[in-house]
């Protein structure tokens, strides 16, 4: 039977397709959400479920930034602890939702395993086996010779690692956009090429949003914008620590099976999709390009500085005039720099995609011939301490935030979308959020890191 063609530009469509404005805007709803992540469209989905009238408004298009270029890792492994709850719902629902939504997102549970490059770092991956037995994962330690029981070809003699049978893997083109199409048909509605510029206040409370074709009246409003929700909070007073980091992915076209699940060691971070080739990133790069956000909330970030500075690439450009150019306030009766910038969509660095290149070839040395059938960049918001804020804001009622999650925010966007829907609605999700509230950054507590990749 003849297989239909992979488009080359098979993830990319996702963002690089025609804007599609809306005919016409509600009135009102009783929930807006800004922002068509991961996050914001499975929110959508669990109010729409319960009933509750849910409006999205996306600026540019459902999944076009970090939501669809992602590592595609559904992983409860080696997460910070704090996450570990919200994560373990977020399987159970991802394990059911191509049933309940009736849409392939390319979900498979095919396990996630993390090589250690030294015995310092097997050490490592041990100690957070306790965490594991406190939530009850099924995570144990590879030996040496299992490692090849699960990976064929490697060059590395790895002395052990980390492996969690049950964690998965899914595709960030695919997820996205149909848990917003379930959402729509649980009752939803969805706007596409609808910036929100700001929100309409009575008595300090939220009365409704502004949006680019006008005012939507409600009561609750969350923002779940991403790597723009900290410029959106600024402008209505809210100071919300978070910058953004570049990371870099790349695919290969369909090539013979070395393992089937997610691996992180020599140097990569990889992959297996479900159209039988890899999806590759650098296991340590990050670059974050300076800008006035960096000094105004750089002794908020100097532990995650300090904890990552061999691996992260500092870099001064036009980003930083960008962001200069950006007022803090704006009229809200003219195009706002939500507008202007639909889709943050930077390119990937052609060094950083030949290192890839190479420390796949050396991994695995039978592939000699590989080449990318794609690459892409996008913009992770990353918060001081690498996990999420999610709470209602103390200084504007009825608002919402839902962001910062610092590059692993695919995998928990699910069972965070119930999560916070059950913090709108007031209806309890059984996932306890005090351990994301932005107070932590500003009432005297320690910043404690994320474990994380």
Same mark, same amino acid.
């Given at each position: 039977?003849?297989?239909? %063609?992979?488009?080359?530009?098979?993830?990319?469509?996702?963002?690089?397709?025609?804007?599609?404005?809306?005919?016409?805007?509600?009135?009102?709803?009783?929930?807006?959400?800004?922002? *068509?992540?991961?996050?914001?469209?499975?929110?959508?989905?669990?109010?729409?479920?319960?009933?509750?009238?849910?409006?999205?408004?996306?600026?540019?298009?459902?999944?076009?930034?970090?939501?669809?270029?992602?590592? *595609?890792?559904?992983?409860?492994?080696?997460?910070?602890?704090?996450?570990?709850?919200?994560?373990?719902?977020?399987?159970?629902?991802?394990?059911?939702?191509?049933?309940?939504?009736?849409?392939?997102?390319?979900?498979?549970?095919?396990?996630?395993?993390?090589?250690?490059?030294?015995?310092?770092?097997?050490?490592?991956?041990?100690?957070?086996?306790?965490?594991?037995?406190?939530?009850?994962?099924?995570?144990?330690?590879?030996?040496?010779?299992?490692?090849?029981?699960?990976?064929?070809?490697?060059?590395?003699?790895?002395?052990?690692?980390?492996?969690?049978?049950?964690?998965?893997?899914?595709? &960030?083109?695919?997820?996205? &956009?149909?848990?917003?199409?379930?959402?729509?048909?649980?009752?939803?509605?969805?706007?596409?090429?609808?910036?929100?510029?700001?929100?309409?206040?009575?008595?300090?409370?939220?009365?409704?949003?502004?949006?680019?074709?006008?005012?939507?009246?409600?009561?609750?409003?969350?923002?779940?914008?991403?790597?723009?929700?900290?410029?959106?909070?600024?402008?209505?007073?809210?100071?919300?620590?978070?910058?953004?980091?570049?990371?870099?992915?790349?695919?290969?076209?369909?090539?013979?099976?070395?393992?089937?699940?997610?691996?992180?060691?020599?140097?990569?971070?990889?992959?297996?999709?479900?159209?039988?080739?890899?999806?590759?990133?650098?296991?340590?790069?990050?670059?974050?390009?300076?800008?006035?956000?960096?000094?105004?909330?750089?002794?908020?970030?100097?532990?995650?500085?300090?904890?990552?500075?061999?691996?992260?690439?500092?870099?001064?450009?036009?980003?930083?005039?960008?962001?200069?150019?950006?007022?803090?306030?704006?009229?809200?009766?003219?195009?706002?720099?939500?507008?202007?910038?639909?889709?943050?969509? %930077?390119?990937?660095?052609?060094?950083?995609?030949?290192?890839?290149?190479?420390?796949?070839?050396?991994?695995?040395?039978?592939?000699?011939?590989?080449?990318?059938?794609?690459?892409?960049?996008?913009?992770?918001?990353?918060?001081?301490?690498?996990?999420?804020?999610?709470?209602?804001?103390?200084?504007?009622? *009825?608002?919402?935030?839902?962001?910062?999650?610092?590059?692993?925010?695919?995998?928990?966007? %699910? *069972?965070?979308?119930?999560?916070?829907?059950?913090?709108?609605?007031?209806?309890?999700?059984?996932?306890?959020?005090?351990?994301?509230?932005?107070?932590?950054?500003?009432?005297?507590?320690?910043?404690?890191?994320?474990?994380?990749?």
């Amino acid at each position: 039977m003849m297989t239909q %063609p992979i488009p080359n530009n098979i993830v990319s469509q996702t963002w690089e397709k025609p804007f599609i404005r809306p005919d016409k805007i509600p009135s009102s709803a009783d929930v807006v959400i800004i922002g *068509g992540g991961i996050v914001g469209v499975s929110t959508a989905y669990f109010l729409a479920k319960a009933g509750i009238n849910v409006v999205l408004c996306e600026k540019g298009h459902i999944a076009g930034e970090q939501s669809g270029r992602n590592w *595609g890792w559904v992983r409860k492994q080696y997460r910070d602890a704090r996450e570990l709850p919200m994560m373990i719902e977020s399987m159970k629902i991802w394990a059911n939702l191509e049933q309940d939504i009736g849409e392939d997102v390319g979900f498979q549970q095919t396990g996630c395993i993390y090589a250690a490059k030294s015995e310092k770092q097997l050490a490592e991956y041990e100690d957070w086996l306790k965490t594991a037995k406190h939530f009850g994962l099924d995570t144990r330690l590879l030996s040496a010779a299992e490692i090849k029981n699960h990976i064929s070809g490697a060059s590395e003699n790895w002395p052990g690692a980390l492996h969690t049978p049950s964690d998965g893997r899914a595709e &960030p083109h695919l997820a996205a &956009p149909a848990i917003a199409r379930a959402a729509v048909r649980a009752g939803a509605t969805i706007l596409t090429t609808c910036a929100v510029r700001g929100m309409e206040l009575s008595a300090g409370r939220v009365s409704g949003v502004i949006s680019e074709y006008g005012t939507i009246k409600a009561q609750q409003v969350l923002c779940a914008g991403g790597a723009w929700t900290s410029m959106f909070c600024r402008f209505h007073g809210i100071h919300l620590p978070q910058l953004k980091v570049k990371g870099i992915v790349a695919r290969t076209e369909a090539r013979e099976k070395l393992f089937d699940g997610e691996l992180y060691g020599g140097g990569l971070g990889l992959r297996r999709r479900q159209d039988g080739g890899y999806t590759i990133a650098s296991e340590s790069y990050m670059n974050h390009s300076i800008t006035p956000s960096t000094f105004r909330y750089a002794l908020k970030f100097l532990p995650a500085f300090i904890a990552e500075i061999k691996h992260l690439n500092l870099t001064i450009g036009g980003d930083f005039f960008d962001e200069l150019s950006i007022p803090v306030r704006w009229p809200m009766d003219t195009p706002s720099p939500f507008e202007r910038t639909r889709v943050l969509n %930077p390119d990937p660095d052609e060094p950083v995609l030949k290192s890839m290149a190479k420390a796949f070839t050396r991994l695995f040395p039978a592939f000699t011939d590989i080449k990318f059938a794609e690459s892409w960049a996008g913009m992770i918001e990353t918060t001081p301490d690498a996990v999420p804020v999610i709470c209602e804001s103390e200084k504007i009622s *009825g608002f919402y935030i839902a962001t910062g999650f610092s590059g692993h925010g695919f995998g928990i966007g %699910p *069972g965070a979308g119930k999560a916070i829907a059950g913090m709108i609605s007031g209806q309890d999700s059984g996932i306890d959020l005090s351990p994301f509230q932005l107070k932590r950054y500003f009432d005297g507590s320690k910043i404690i890191l994320n474990q994380r990749i």
